[in-house]
């Protein structure tokens, strides 16, 4: 596994040059790519973080191709399942997520809001009981 990092390092780091691309067809192979990668039982967004692609993947949510938005949602879902909802709410996900809860495709909203409850689970109301008085 050891041996994979400089491999992984270089993979992770074109898929995010070709993600940032002028060229849409090029943003979507990329962001398409990684969105299948994070399939993988291996895959761990150690490194898409260290090299800043949390940034890069929020502004994928800016897109009006659907399905470079879908991919960049399923990432960010990902990346929330591993265990690192703080690199995305300190990355500033939520608002973009929040937005995207009115996108004009369902499939979008669902998924928006997937990782809106990843990140920010709804905490049930607390009952909490009122000790009574005694006079």
């Not at 943003?27 to 973080?49: H, K, M």
């Not at 990140?119 to 009952?127: H, I």
């Amino acid at each position: 596994m050891a041996e994979d990092l400089p491999i992984r390092k270089e993979i992770t780091r074109d898929l995010l040059d070709r993600l940032i691309s002028p060229v849409r067809h090029v943003r979507e192979g990329a962001v398409e790519a990684l969105a299948v990668s994070t399939e993988d039982e291996d895959w761990r967004p150690n490194e898409l973080i260290r090299q800043g692609g949390i940034n890069i993947i929020t502004g994928l949510l800016h897109e009006e191709n659907t399905h470079i938005v879908g991919s960049a949602l399923d990432i960010i879902i990902a990346i929330a399942a591993a265990g690192e909802e703080e690199a995305l709410i300190t990355g500033g996900v939520i608002e973009r997520l929040d937005q995207l809860q009115n996108h004009k495709d369902p499939l979008m909203r669902k998924k928006a809001q997937e990782a809106l409850w990843l990140l920010v689970p709804e905490v049930e109301d607390a009952v909490t009981s009122k000790p009574q008085d005694d006079y």
